[in-house]
């Protein structure tokens, strides 16, 4: 650093400068946010302290679209449709940039999914692929919908553009979230009968989290309404999760 002018000011004992005064020994950690507290509450599971919490966010933040977003997560994860629709379509409103939208789109489709309107969720998903064709993930969901409405060969056509932009997945994903994409893919190969790509894009999901994948790979093998059920048996399967368990 430049000093110009001035002497350099002499050094007390143990504390340069002057910081004696603003620092006496002691550092306060700061105070948790509104938005801190609700990440936390999401991550104990207490939608209903975690709405709490984001609802003085928005009262911060008026015009973040964080706020409403995440107060709808909580209501679909309590199982209020209503509420949750309510609260996406308002931070909608504050969603600006392209990704912005695209996430708060992406939500509202699966909350749609989630509830078996496949056709309605595909519209959100497409939509949220306009506004931010960069990332992968929305050609995921959507190939994986048309899975879900028996239309094997649209899937199938955007697997081709998938492919072709796989490799800038992982930069889209949340540290929560990541391998989620390739565990999707992976079951839009299993229902295309593409079994060495569902394992070796299986493989890539739980190399980025296996604690998580492990266990879901075991659950939704064994639910014969899962797109994962072919593999119940399947030796290589098992192969796969021994040498990730151990």
């Keep these: 650093m430049l000093l110009g002018g001035c002497g350099v000011k002499s050094l007390k004992k143990g504390v340069p400068f002057d910081l004696d005064k603003v620092f006496p020994g002691v550092f306060a950690a700061e105070p948790e ?15 209903h302290g975690a709405i709490e919490a984001f609802k003085n966010y928005v009262l911060e933040q008026p015009e973040d679209f ?5 107060i709808a997560v909580c209501y679909k994860n309590l199982g209020d449709s209503t509420k949750a629709m309510q609260n996406f379509e308002r931070a909608l409103e504050f969603a600006h940039s392209p990704d912005e939208r695209a996430k708060v789109l992406v939500n509202i ?15 959100y998903f497409k939509e949220a692929y306009n506004e931010f064709p960069e990332n992968p993930m929305h050609l995921i969901l959507i190939a994986r919908t048309f899975i879900y409405l028996d ?34 893919l992976a079951q839009v190969y299993a229902a295309l009968n593409e079994e060495d ?13 296996p604690s998580r994948f492990i266990a879901r790979i075991e659950a939704d093998s064994s639910d014969e309404t899962n797109l994962f059920y072919t593999l119940r048996d399947d030796s290589r399967l098992k192969k796969l999760i021994r040498g990730f368990a151990g």
């Design 33 to 47: 946010t509104s938005k801190e507290k609700g990440l936390k509450l999401v991550k104990a599971k207490d939608y």
């Design 66 to 70: 964080f706020g409403f977003n995440a």
């Design 109 to 123: 489709g699966n909350l749609y999914s989630a509830s078996g309107k496949y056709q309605v969720a595909l519209g």
């Design 151 to 184: 239309e094997p060969q649209r899937a199938q056509k955007v697997v081709k553009t998938i492919e072709e932009a796989i490799a800038d997945l992982p930069k889209y994903e949340r540290e929560e979230d990541k391998g989620l994409g390739y565990y999707l």
């Design 197 to 209: 790509k569902v394992f070796e894009t299986l493989r890539k999901a739980m190399k980025a989290n």
